[in-house]
């Protein structure tokens, strides 16, 4: 298994983070959700101009910790991951995403160990997730990492 390259997203990654996670949740949810809801989260998650504003604001909103991506040893951008402290001790991850092509290389791992280090750095001591399916194809993934269900159907939680 060959780790990704992990490092703090840069302005000129908006449109290929953009771009990915559109694929991974058209690919990951479109027979799961249908067409309709798929749209919908690919809308809300994949907006371009929110991207781009959430990793060129200097310090963004209170509580985030803005966007991480991980690159092949070409440079190519593989995988994208963002999240935050928004509650004094609690890490959420807001989305994670790995290239179809490069999923189970340690890519997600790498992502994820990423974010949770920042996220450490922040003050958190758990960390959680909300998937947007309850049979999410994410979730050996999140269940190997140590996340177990909280208190809703789609949330995911573990003690850092």
């Known amino acids: 298994m060959q780790l990704a390259d992990v490092r703090a997203a840069a302005a000129a990654d908006a449109a290929t983070i953009s771009r990915l996670l ?42 985030w910790l803005g966007w991480l991506v991980a690159t092949a040893p070409d440079g190519t951008l593989i995988g ?8 004094p001790g609690e890490g959420e991850l807001y989305a994670l995403a790995v290239a ?8 997600g791992t790498a992502l994820l160990a ?33 996340f177990v269900p909280l208190d809703g159907a789609n949330r995911r939680g573990r003690p850092l």
């Open 22 to 63: 559109a694929e991974a949740i058209r690919g990951s949810y479109a027979e799961i959700l249908g067409e309709i809801p798929t749209r919908r989260l690919v809308s809300a998650q994949c907006s371009l101009p929110r991207i781009r504003a959430e990793i060129e604001i200097p310090g963004g909103a209170p509580g």
């Open 80 to 87: 994208a991951v963002a999240g935050g402290v928004p509650v």
């Open 100 to 107: 179809a092509g490069a999923r189970r290389t340690g890519t």
């Open 114 to 146: 990423a974010a949770t280090e920042r996220m450490r750095a922040f003050g958190a001591t758990e960390q959680r997730v909300t998937l947007p399916a309850e049979d999410d194809p994410s979730l050996p993934f999140y269940a190997r990492a140590g």
